[in-house]
């Protein structure tokens, strides 16, 4: 599960940043911390469940929990009030509706999905 995770949700992070730089608005910035994000929420779910880490550092699954949602928090608030939401507002409606309907797949599509 993780594996095919490690591929399609950086995909959906850089969809993000191909709209934007589509319109000539998005940074390397927005990109940056989009992808560090997912990377964070992945690595800690993995850690979490598998049980990875337990032998290296003494952190239970509910923190691992913590620190994965903190980086699925970090990708919410950029999308619904940070920079990159602000920079998707300078787009057509086209633009702003794909942003919109990428942004609905990550905030209730990951919300639901196990």
């Known amino acids: 599960r993780y ?3 490690l ?3 950086p995909l959906q992070v850089v969809e993000f940043y191909l709209i934007l730089a589509a319109i000539g608005v998005g940074t390397f910035a927005m990109f940056r911390n989009l992808m560090g994000a997912s990377i964070v929420m992945l690595v800690a779910g993995f ?3 598998s049980g990875a880490m337990d032998s290296t550092i ?8 913590v620190i994965g949602m903190a980086g699925w928090g970090y990708i919410l608030y950029e999308l619904w009030s940070g920079d990159v939401k602000e920079a998707s507002e300078t787009g057509s409606p086209s633009v702003q509706y794909a942003f919109n309907s990428m942004r609905m797949i990550v905030t209730v599509g990951w919300a639901i999905y196990p």
């Open 3 to 5: 594996i095919d995770w």
């Open 7 to 9: 591929i399609t949700v």
């Open 47 to 49: 850690f979490g469940e």
């Open 58 to 65: 003494d952190l239970s699954a509910e923190i691992w929990w």
